[in-house]
């Protein structure tokens, strides 16, 4: 809680849509774990509210960590429009996931009926155009570096943005096979709570990791702040070696284990 007062107490004008927005999403995890034990349903497997909880959680994090980037951006006027279409593309994605649910329909590759197909590829529209506009806010910090910030940490949002942005769109890939899994249907056995394959090859691994080292490279950064640059290259490096890999072993349907 001390961090997120901080984060309220320091963060830019700017993004205070993006800090309210990742607040917003973490109480909603809370919320949908909090209906887990009385929904008896299942889709592919798993509890219908168990992907609402995912996206719920990943999107409070990756909007709380615009919120850390914002300062080292310029352009007021351009960090105000991405932070409220942000709200937007989010807040849709989530509200798109969560009603689905509720009607005991798959928010993705539902194909069954106009609405359902209509709402997946709303939600395709919506999150491309995001990630596009996340790209192109981003692109200054790869032409300058901000006077306030390390060169460690510089390359740590250079490739923690570059390869989540990469396996974002990769999303557009799976979208196009209609399903995660490689080489059986989705929804067969898979790991705890993230329901990833064991059998299969199962995409959605590469693109959670792609996703999310928009955290772990900077937090690679940070833990070790103080140390050459080097080491955060390297490190960057080979963690896009090591997701690529694990969308090769997906790709050639391998489950994993």
Known sequence: ?????????????????????????????????????????????????????????????????????????RGEKIKKYFARFTVFAMGFEMLCIASQAARGELSHFNQSGTYNIIVYALMGIVITA???????????????????????????????????????LQGGFIGQRMAHTVGGADGGPGILFFNWSTKHGDLRIAHFLGLHALQIIPAFAWIFKGKREIYVITFGLLYFLFVSFVFYHALMGRGLY
Do not use: C
């Open 1 to 73: 809680m001390k961090v997120l007062f901080n984060l309220l107490k320091n963060h830019e004008k700017a993004a205070r849509p993006l800090f309210y927005l990742g607040i917003f999403h973490l109480i909603l995890a809370i919320l949908f774990l909090a209906i887990l034990p009385f929904e008896h349903r299942r889709l592919l497997g798993i509890n219908l509210w168990i992907k609402p909880l995912k996206f719920a959680l990943s999107i409070g994090i990756y909007s709380l960590s615009w919120v850390l980037i914002f300062p080292y951006l």
């Open 130 to 168: 995001q990630t596009i506009f996340s790209l192109w806010i981003s692109i200054q910090l790869y032409k300058n570096t901000p006077p306030n910030m390390s060169l460690s940490m510089l390359w740590a949002l250079r490739f923690g943005i570059f390869i989540s942005i990469f396996f974002a």
